[in-house]
């Protein structure tokens, strides 16, 4: 099926499933909302729904699918989002800004202009690489033994040999280069390791060492690196924000973009992953760690005190492995930094 007949955009699938919530847990809408909203290029649900409510992540709690429009989850430039109350209860729904014609060119146009939930430009080279291994694949994974005597270091177009490459194996390989660890926050417990995406390899001859042709370098290869199958999951641009099920107490651990303050659409990376209950979309509150102070006061000399954790953010996880996630962070009160925690949200 050609990707531009899949939804781009599947807005709130989860509300024709779940329905809606208890009026006495309905969100809180901002004191100074609107009444509507036309919807611009470049908003997200996210930013839109900022605009009406204090959490702006509980949006799918008061959304109401108007049947009446075609393709109702997909949301355009020019579309207007309404306020009203059914029974006391805010709702949100969407009326067609304007006629979208349907011939296959400007369909694949319409599709493509359709706004996402959160910024995806922020997350897009995250969203399907290979970027976390456990200890044990990297161990077994085939290694570079070799580039032939004319090569020091590899590229694009030139030949690699790879040690314990079975027989039995894909054709198509990431290459990727062991980096720091992910450690617990906590018990400093090594969660995984960071997988460097260099480039790719594709099969020309198996045996011991089996040869493969280097191909779309972003990193020189170097002896060592090592070969896992292409991982080509598709990158999805929907996320459905909501809390997890199970309490999540974890830690951030990691700045994919390197930086030390952490703020609005940086990406993070934490401690937690799918076997604490984590998911794409869940939404966790970012408290920033209390500070170990002096007690100058206190009769008893070299006593300290821990300052409470103080709410600093709020971050969507969008991509989730065994025991890490990442996280991108949508909105900041404070600057948060390494071994700040992350929790349900309120």
């Avoid at 609107?34 to 509980?58: K, M």
């Avoid at 040999?161 to 720091?180: A, N, W």
């Avoid at 962070?329 to 948060?336: E, K, L, N, R």
Wanted: aromatic share 6%.
């Amino acid at each position: 099926m050609s990707k531009y007949r899949q939804p781009i955009l599947t807005l709130f699938l989860c509300l024709l499933l779940c329905g809606t919530v208890a009026a006495a847990d309905s969100p809180t809408l901002k004191a100074s909302h609107p009444d509507r909203h036309v919807v611009q290029r470049g908003d997200t649900l996210w930013d839109i729904s900022a605009r009406f409510l204090q959490a702006p992540w509980r949006w799918p709690e008061i959304w109401h699918v108007n049947p009446q429009i075609q393709n109702p989850h997909l949301i355009y430039p020019g579309d207007i989002i309404e306020l009203s109350y059914v029974d006391g209860m805010p709702r949100l729904s969407l009326r067609r800004g304007s006629l979208v014609k349907l011939s296959p060119r400007i369909r694949e146009d319409e599709l493509d202009a359709a706004i996402p939930s959160i910024p995806i430009s922020a997350i897009q080279q995250f969203l399907s690489r290979p970027y976390v291994l456990d200890s044990g694949s990297l161990t077994a994974s085939p290694y570079i033994v070799s580039f032939g005597e004319d090569h020091v270091i590899g590229s694009s177009n030139v030949k690699a040999y790879v040690r314990t490459l079975p027989d039995e194996q894909p054709i198509h390989f990431d290459v990727v280069r062991p980096g720091k660890p992910y450690r617990d926050g906590e018990s400093n417990e090594i969660l995984g390791y960071e997988a460097l995406f260099l480039g790719s390899a594709e099969l020309m001859r198996t045996g011991d060492p089996a040869t493969v042709m280097l191909t779309n370098m972003e990193l020189e290869f170097v002896i060592g690196d090592r070969l896992i199958p292409e991982s080509r999951d598709a990158s999805r641009s929907n996320f459905i924000p909501k809390a997890p099920d199970r309490p999540i107490d974890g830690s951030i651990i990691s700045v994919l973009n390197g930086v030390s303050q952490i703020g609005q659409y940086n990406v993070v990376v934490l401690d937690r992953g799918s076997r604490d209950g984590l998911s794409p979309g869940h939404v966790l509150n970012i408290n920033r760690q209390g500070l170990l102070v002096r007690d100058t006061v206190s009769p008893i000399l070299g006593t300290k005190v821990k300052l409470p954790d103080e709410p600093a953010g709020i971050l969507l996880v969008f991509r989730v492995f065994e025991r890490v996630s990442f996280g991108l962070v949508m909105h900041a009160t404070d600057a948060m930094h390494l071994g700040d925690r992350v929790v349900n949200p309120d």
